[in-house]
């Protein structure tokens, strides 16, 4: 089975500050990954998929690379509506998320 | 727009089945798309439960499968789950969601509903 790992678990961070998360896979998946951004109490929104592709109305601030087993989310300039918990997930073949990482303010 | 609306019961008894629909808006369930359940305990981290296609096709968490059936009414649009045999690890918000497709394989979830709570209590 595949297991999906976020670091770090928590981020405390300012307004300005570039921001980035890593998920890892215990096994290869090509660029199947997606990100979604959660704010309680609401469900998540999808930030990016295919590792890269910046979702349609997400801003050119957030960014996404990597493939095979190592992935990141990067806020080049966080703003305070970003504070939030990101997940990333797999879907294609053995469909999880990861744990999360919550982005707190410094 | 597509919009998902999760219905049904915020509250089930144990060892009773949870039975919850979500009805499709701005989009027809055999457009093309897979429909996903997921679900989230109170505080915790998102947990994939299934998929579905307008055919019937299906394809369920491993840790779920032998308690969860999904199915697809095109007549209203909706698509719906059930969980038997509920145990109080069951109480979490479940939301339904659409699959995106990208170069014919599932990506992603691109539209989710508001969420429903499900509490399981005696």
């Known amino acids: 089975d595949i297991q999906l790992t976020q670091s770090p678990f928590f981020l405390s961070a300012s307004v300005g500050d570039r921001v980035t998360i890593t998920c890892r896979a215990s096994?290869?998946?090509?660029?199947?990954l997606a990100w979604y951004q959660q704010k309680p109490g609401k469900a998540p929104n999808l930030l990016i998929y295919a590792a890269s592709t910046l979702q349609s109305g997400v801003p050119s601030r957030f960014s996404g690379s990597g493939s095979g087993t190592e992935f990141t989310l990067t806020i080049s300039s966080l703003q305070p509506e970003d504070f939030a918990t990101y997940y990333c997930q797999h879907l294609n073949s053995y469909p999880l998320f990861g744990p999360g990482t919550k982005v707190d303010v410094k | 727009q597509v919009q998902l609306q999760e219905s049904g019961p915020g509250l089930a008894k144990p060892s009773e089945t949870l039975s919850l629909t979500c009805t499709v808006s701005?989009?027809?369930?055999?457009?093309?798309?897979?429909w996903g359940w997921i679900r989230q305990p109170p505080g915790k981290g998102l947990e994939f439960i299934g998929s579905i296609y307008h055919s019937g096709s299906t394809y369920y968490n491993p840790s779920l499968k032998s308690r969860v059936t999904m199915s697809v009414d095109t007549s209203k649009n909706q698509f719906s789950l059930k969980l038997s045999s509920v145990t109080a690890a069951d109480t979490a918000v479940y939301y339904c969601?659409?699959?995106?497709?990208?170069?014919?394989?599932?990506?992603?979830?691109?539209?989710w509903g508001q969420g429903t709570m499900v509490s399981v209590s005696s």
């Open positions: 969601a659409r699959v995106l497709l990208f170069s014919g394989a599932a990506a992603a979830f691109d539209f």
């Open positions: 701005d989009y027809s369930v055999t457009g093309g798309h897979y």
């Open positions: 096994q290869g998946i090509s660029s199947y």
